[in-house]
């Protein structure tokens, strides 16, 4: 088998500027070292263009800044700047900046990620949902027609959870362990992607029992892993690549490996396929 | 040869839709140029996709027509529509281009061909900011209409602009005697001509 493609992110900082280039436009360096948005602050006019993954744009001023389209105007989940639009027909359009400091998916669209396979209409499930702030997003890139499935253990993330899923009617929070797929299983349908962002060592096998209750074959998914939380002691390669020989063997299979190098600690998203069909050598 | 309306004679009557004339024979050879007239044509700078030319078949005409399609990205980004451009618009537009010069301490990383779509659909909006970021928004003065005027009015980059459109003038003027080129910027001379 093949090894999975290494993230443009990794071996050096050549191909560092993809995601944002690729939808047009350079970015700030500075801006993204520290603040959110770049030099975006309120009341400034940005150009909001669509950016290269669906349902996902771009707000280019000054500086630039990961946008998605706000499901619910006017709400916002913790203190994120928004981005209001009035249209020639008097209709208007808000969208919510989207921090990659605190989404590791954010932090990989911005390093450079060749697809995140999550489109407007799709079903997600998402695995350690935490107080809901990616959930937030990956609901607006869903949309009205999409749907995601919170997965979050903890109480008091839980509480924070349900209080943004008032109001967002496409999100659907449960709080249970994901170890036990079983307890939710009437909750959740069958799933076009899976997002898992939960630090715990066995989360191969957690995500490999959920992908078996509920995730279409021939779908995909993305692992965050955090390589401390797996075996401190060893290197983050070594972590990586442990964790992606476990994947493989439950058959779902590793397209992309993308190093988090703007997060702290040793990050990597790990985006892939379950039971793709196999290439036919002809 | 655009007919502007059908002349009314007679006790025949039709809609003046494109072809759905009772003259089903030469509806294929005037169908064209009829549609000249109609505001169904449109030129080919307008049309969405450049290869994409207006049908013949009246029936995909009148399916369009019904659909009334719109200039949008469509269903993956929200069916974000394309703005009429403006000369306003225009100049935004390439300041983000050379946003590159306006600062020297901001350094942008090298703009890659730009996707299709992001060229032709976008939209201007203002940034609002939360309850708790009082210390960080514009004031009420410095918020403007376009992207061009809050560069105007931020005098930090004005500084920098003037400077340095003062020096490329003095370089490039043309002098027959060096010796008497005004340097200085107080005296009435160069006011004059500066302004």
Sequence with gaps: ?282 | MAETSKPLIGLKWEPKLPGLSLDLKTAGSTSSKRAESTSLWTSNSELVDGLCLPPTDPKKINKMIRKQLKDTTGSDWFDMPAPTMTPELKRDLQLLKLRTVMDPALHYKKAVTRSKIAEKYFQIGTVIEPCAEYHNRLTKKNRKATLADELLSDPKASQYRKRKVKEIEEKSRAVTNKKWKKKGNQSKNTKQRRN
């Excluded at chain 1, 070594?238 to 190098?261: A, G, S, W």
Aim: aromatic letters at 6%; a positive charge; glycine letters at 12%.
């Design chain 1, 1 to 282: 088998m093949s090894p999975p493609q290494r993230g443009r992110g990794g071996g050096g900082g050549g191909g560092r500027g993809r995601g944002l280039a690729k939808g047009g436009g350079g970015s700030a360096v500075r801006g993204r070292g520290s603040e959110s948005g770049g030099g975006i602050k309120g009341g400034n006019k940005v150009l909001v263009a669509p950016h290269r993954h669906a349902g996902v744009f771009i707000a280019k001023s000054k500086g630039d800044a990961l946008v998605t389209k706000n499901l619910v105007p006017g709400e916002i989940i913790y203190d994120e700047k928004r981005i209001f639009v009035q249209n020639e027909d008097r209709s208007t359009v808000e969208y919510r900046i989207w921090n990659p400091h605190r989404s590791k998916l954010a932090a990989a669209i911005n390093i450079g990620v060749d697809n995140i396979w999550i489109n407007p209409g799709l079903k997600v499930l998402y695995l350690g949902a935490s107080s809901g702030y990616t959930v937030s997003h990956v609901s607006d890139i869903v949309g009205h027609e999409g749907c995601v499935y919170a997965v979050e253990h903890s109480h008091i993330c839980g509480s924070d959870l349900v209080n943004m899923t008032e109001k967002r009617t496409n999100v659907i929070p449960i709080i249970e362990d994901a170890r036990h797929p079983a307890k939710y299983r009437m909750l959740v349908g069958m799933v076009d992607i899976i997002l898992c962002d939960i630090n715990q060592p066995d989360q191969a096998t957690i995500i490999a029992l959920n992908a078996s209750y509920f995730l279409k074959p021939g779908a995909h998914f993305m692992i965050t892993i955090n390589a401390n939380s797996i075996d401190s002691k060893l290197s983050a390669e070594t972590v990586y690549q442990k964790e992606v020989e476990k994947l493989q063997m439950e058959e779902l299979r590793p397209t992309e490996i993308l190093p988090l190098d703007n997060c702290e600690g040793d990050h990597a998203c790990v985006f892939g396929g379950y039971r793709l069909p196999r290439k036919q050598n002809s």
